[in-house]
């Protein structure tokens, strides 16, 4: 029904995906302890499926001594 509704709004087919309120809480629990400390920000990035082995060893390649990657699944924190 999203999709229907997006694609009927926008005009173009838009892909969605849904996560319950258990998994949201499961992705916070993944990373709680980092997501409350006041000198790190935590993005998570929802995909669809998990991420192959080549998206993943792409990312891994952009790490910095900033940045890091970990893979929980169909996210990417």
């Known amino acids: 029904m ?4 997006l694609h009927g709004a926008l005009g173009y087919e838009v892909a969605t ?5 258990g ?6 629990d ?4 980092e997501l409350h400390h006041p000198d ?4 998570v990035a929802f995909t669809h ?7 993943c060893d792409a990312l891994v390649a952009l790490e910095s ?3 890091r990657f970990e893979f929980r699944g169909r996210e990417v924190c």
């Open 23 to 28: 998994e949201l809480r499961d992705t916070i």
């Open 49 to 55: 499926s998990a991420p192959d082995s080549t998206v």
């Open 2 to 5: 999203i999709e229907q509704h």
């Open 17 to 21: 995906f849904v996560r319950t309120p």
């Open 40 to 43: 790190h920000s935590v993005y």
């Open 30 to 33: 993944i990373r709680g302890d």
């Open 65 to 67: 001594g900033t940045d």
